[in-house]
């Protein structure tokens, strides 16, 4: 069953310290792997995409590592601000079909605080 | 910031009406999804679009239909609304990207709350 698992499920740092989300999965056959943002009440919007052959990408203060052979995959954020306060959402897409389907961890809400 | 545009923002209405969430997008999109969520749970995909007077059921079972008349366009409908219609509702539109991947774009929700 194609499932993707995010730990840990809440977190709470301090405004400038860093963190780091987890996301294991088990979809197959793989395509790739991205990292939402969710704000409350809003919608995901995207930090990274990567694909099988990229072990890591970065968006400012968000640098995404990706391990196809274990199948896991961490955010790491640099110099938390109280803006980082949100759900980070691990999404992964199969190959499967023409439609990229997508399936979603619950997500870790990330509290900031100053 | 993407052009996907949801309305109303927020809806509460009581029980046996019947609700039409708007989508629309100004990408030029194809593929066009409706996806369901509760606080705290992961995003459940409820209908999907190839294009026009395309439509699919997702995942997930829903008693919601929708259409695609036109591109930028996929409203979802609820004849009798009930309070186990409760939930946030996702719109999202897709673009390939490389070749390879789908970039997927979210809309701002609808939070419904059926009294």
């Known amino acids: 069953k194609n499932q993707v698992e995010q730990s840990p499920q809440s977190l709470i740092i301090l405004e400038g310290k860093n963190c780091t989300l987890q996301c294991n999965y088990t979809v197959s056959p793989f395509s790739n792997l991205r990292w939402y943002k969710q704000d409350t009440g809003r919608g995901p919007v995207s930090l990274t995409i990567?694909?099988?052959?990229?072990n890591t990408k970065s968006n400012g203060r968000y640098t995404a590592t990706l391990d196809a052979d274990t199948k896991q995959s961490s955010l790491h954020i640099t110099a938390s601000q109280l803006s980082d306060s949100a759900s980070y959402i691990c999404?992964?897409?199969?190959?499967?079909?023409?439609?990229?389907?997508?399936?979603f961890g619950r997500g870790t809400q990330l509290t900031v605080w100053p | 910031e993407a052009d996907i545009y949801q309305t109303p923002r927020y809806l509460v209405i009581g029980t046996g009406k019947k609700i039409t969430l708007e989508c629309s997008q100004t990408m030029g999109h194809d593929k066009m999804y409706w996806y369901q969520q509760d606080p705290g749970m992961e995003l459940h995909l409820i209908h999907y679009?190839?294009?026009?007077?395309?439509?699919e059921k997702g995942d997930l079972s829903s008693e919601s239909t929708v259409s695609r008349i036109r591109t930028e366009h996929f409203p979802l409908t609820l004849e009798s609304a009930r309070p186990s219609h409760t939930s946030q509702y996702l719109c999202?539109?897709?673009?390939?990207?490389?070749?390879?991947?789908?970039?997927?774009?979210f809309g701002p929700g609808t939070r419904l709350t059926v009294t």
């Open positions: 990567m694909t099988f052959s990229e």
């Open positions: 999202a539109s897709s673009v390939l990207r490389g070749g390879r991947s789908y970039e997927q774009y």
């Open positions: 999404v992964v897409s199969d190959r499967g079909s023409t439609l990229g389907r997508l399936y």
């Open positions: 679009s190839y294009g026009v007077n395309s439509t």
